[in-house]
Structures are given as structure tokens and as C-alpha cells.
């Protein structure tokens, strides 16, 4: 080997392994009405007819393994090493759950993975359109939302949301900030059912 070649093949051994060292940070959505982050969810013996929280559609480029931002208008950001630890709809749903089941806490709501009622049940059905960081230090949600009647296919309420936060640029802030949202939604959502 050519030792005028060996430092040249240090470096790039050295500029690799730095590369390599950059640890991934594990992102999840988390509930923000006071009494779903104690893990208190309501009654099964609700009035009412319950309420189920589909599935929470998300965009393609939205709902990926790592955190996505807007970094100006007509292009997206995909974060190296902040990856969400679960996909992000299901997360949604999760927290939308949780949170419904805080704000109206005399109705059953059901979580994501019971069993499907039998009978009529209310159906929280929501399309995200947009749900990100911005570049200007927001956190953007615009969704779509209705909740059905499934014995009579009747919608019973309905409602387009638009909502930001400010957030800082880390990862973890911009999660957190994005948990506040769905709080607001849920927030939204819940104000249509009382």
C-alpha cells in the first residue's frame, strides 16, 4: 500500500464511522388530556351508544417510518435519525381514543384492538390531509372528520379542522407538539357529541 494513500484512507474510515455513531431517536404520539396520560379511560357502562375511533387515514408521504417536515413549500424533509415508533395512523387512532375517552367521560369509547361491538355503535371516522412541521416553527393538522350512526348509516356530526402549534425544530418537540394537536381535534370532536 501506498503510504501517501493511508492517511487519505483514515479519514474516509474516520468521516464513515462518524456517519454511522449518529444514534436514531424513537418518536411516538402521546395523549394530552390530563386524565388519559393517568391511563383513566371512561366507563364500559356508558350512555349512550359507544363510540369506536377507525382507523386514522393519513397521506402516503405523511405516514412513513421517520418523522417528515415541510421544508418550503413544494418539498418535504425525511428525517435521517428520528423514525416514529409505530406507524403514524395507528399512533393517531391510539391517542384519538384516548383522548375521546377523557372528554367525554360518560360514554364507552372503545381502544384500538377490542372487539368490535355488536349492535349500533358510533363511528369516529377521520382523513388527515395534512399533519407536519413547518419550516416557519409550526405544527400544522387539517383534517376531515365525521362521526356515523352504523345501524342507520346516519352522519351525526361533522367537521374540517384546521390547527397549528408553534414548536421548536427538535424532533422530539415537534412530536410532542403534534400530540397537542390531535388533543384539539379530540377537543373539536367531543364538543359535537355532549
Known amino acids: 500500500m501506498?503510504?501517501?494513500?493511508l492517511p487519505l484512507l483514515l479519514g474516509a474510515a474516520c468521516g464513515l464511522s462518524a456517519c454511522a455513531s449518529v444514534p436514531t431517536r424513537y418518536l411516538t404520539l402521546t395523549p394530552e388530556t390530563p386524565a388519559a396520560r393517568e391511563g383513566s379511560f371512561g366507563t364500559l357502562q356508558g350512555k349512550g351508544l359507544?363510540?369506536?375511533?377507525?382507523?386514522?387515514?393519513?397521506?402516503?408521504?405523511?405516514d412513513r417510518l421517520y418523522l417528515t417536515s415541510e421544508?418550503?413549500?413544494?418539498r418535504l424533509k425525511v428525517a435521517d435519525h428520528a423514525r416514529w415508533i409505530?406507524?403514524?395512523?395507528?399512533?393517531?387512532?391510539?391517542?384519538?381514543?384516548?383522548?375521546m375517552a377523557t372528554l367525554l367521560p360518560y360514554k364507552t369509547v372503545f381502544?384500538?384492538?377490542?372487539p368490535i361491538p355488536h349492535g349500533a355503535y358510533l363511528l369516529l371516522q377521520v382523513v388527515i390531509q395534512r399533519f407536519m412541521p413547518t419550516e416557519s416553527g409550526q405544527v400544522e393538522l387539517n383534517a376531515d372528520w365525521f362521526v356515523r350512526n352504523t345501524s342507520?348509516?346516519?352522519i351525526l356530526a361533522q367537521g374540517?379542522?384546521?390547527?397549528r402549534t408553534p414548536s421548536r425544530q427538535r424532533p422530539r418537540d415537534q412530536a410532542a407538539a403534534m400530540s397537542q394537536l390531535l388533543a384539539k381535534l379530540a377537543?373539536?370532536?367531543a364538543a359535537h357529541l355532549r
Not at 501506498?2 to 494513500?5: A, E, G, I, S, V
Not at 381502544?111 to 377490542?114: A, E, I
Not at 374540517?160 to 390547527?163: E, G, H
Open 50 to 62: 359507544p363510540l369506536l375511533v377507525a382507523h386514522v387515514q393519513m397521506p402516503a408521504d405523511l
Open 160 to 163: 374540517r379542522s384546521s390547527l
Open 111 to 114: 381502544m384500538p384492538g377490542d
Open 71 to 74: 421544508q418550503n413549500r413544494n
Open 187 to 189: 377537543q373539536n370532536v
Open 86 to 99: 409505530a406507524p403514524l395512523g395507528e399512533m393517531a387512532q391510539r391517542v384519538l381514543a384516548q383522548d
Open 152 to 154: 342507520t348509516q346516519r
Open 2 to 5: 501506498n503510504l501517501k494513500m
